[in-house]
């Protein structure tokens, strides 16, 4: 039985997130339904991350198992046609051993979450940045994420409605980096709490609109108390970037 790697990129906007539900429409729903149109079966899509309603993906990984051999160009472009009347593309589908599984044998996932900082509406990018009405200093956001990186008790930034068996994590990097009037924040780690970019990405912004100093990341940070977190950033700047495997 041959398993297929996906690459996929999709604007989450219209979304109830990755994860399939009863009553509204999934990304995971979408890639479910486009595949019994060419391949004659039904069968799971297993995504290495369930990204939130309204969260978009650049590079999401998933893997799927068929019973007939398809080439992965078929695979692709099959499924790209079905789907091409919602926001879902499939970048690329390749031919994997039955040990690769896109959730349990990824090492690394990378996210980037974007802030558009101007006082005009957002056209383009409407629903995928979060637009600040004042400018922002993404130098002292950088200098403050620092302490972020590392092995930490992350309570601070971890969702109520997490699931983790812990909320020690290991963040690898976070880079905040400004282009014109858009601020990048890149962030990476093996895996992540429920929420924790965008509740560290709003208590960062704290910092970039003056409210708060460099330090009180790194206060907040330590206090391990989710009471102390900042506004969770809205869903329409993140995506997920890239998951590596080894």
Known sequence: MPRYKLTIEYDGSPYVGWQRQKEHLSVQQVLEEAIPKFAGETVNVYGAGRTDAGVHALGQVAHIDLTKDFTTDKVRDAMNHFMKDEPVSILQAELVDEEFHARFKAHARHYIYRIVDRRADLTFDRKLAWKAMSLVDASAMHEAAQCLVGKH??????????????P???LTSIDVVREGDEIEIFVSAPSFLHRQVRSIVGSLMEVGRGKKPVSWMKDILEAADRSKCGTVAPPDGLYLSQVDYP
């Open 153 to 166: 008790d992350f309570s601070t930034f971890r969702d109520v409605q997490c699931q983790a068996d812990s």
């Open 168 to 170: 020690v994590k290991t």
